[in-house]
């Protein structure tokens, strides 16, 4: 089997780096990365804690002596319902859940060699139309390069 392009390759270390948000390694809470498998992903029932992994475009930003430099844009969609149980307040979980998310993916600016960068847009509260999801939206770009013929090859 091939290799996978660098972008998938970005994308798993992201996957990764969600799933090592759990209490025992001093974080807020256990965070569960998931990678959404339809186009209409809202319209499912996730649970609370789910951070969905959503690529959204991808720039090309140069290309020099035969390497393309992309910035891919990705929504980290963090599911956040407040159980009845809950004692804190609804914000107070988002910003948390958030704080959790952008300390550990800027852990790690490169994506493990990688990429270039990796920058925090910001994070936007959403709730579904449905009114079935409620949670925040961290936005992150990656900067990555790859060769200009091949992107399974980074530079």
Sequence with gaps: MATEP???QI?????SSI?????????????????????NFLSESWNDKDVLLVQGIVEKLTTACGYTTWRQHISLMA???DPDSASDSIDTRQNR????IEKKVMADIRQNSLAMDTECLGAEP?????????????????DYRTK????YSTA
């Design 148 to 151: 200009e013929d091949d992107p």
């Design 79 to 81: 599911i956040v319902t």
């Design 6 to 8: 660098i972008i998938e």
């Design 19 to 39: 799933n090592a948000i759990t209490e025992a390694n001093d974080y807020n809470q256990d965070l569960k990365a998931v990678r959404p498998k339809r186009i």
């Design 126 to 142: 959403f709730v579904t139309d449905d009114g079935a999801n409620s949670g925040i939206s961290i936005e992150i770009t990656v």
């Design 97 to 100: 859940i958030r704080s959790d």
């Design 11 to 15: 994308m798993q270390n992201i996957e």
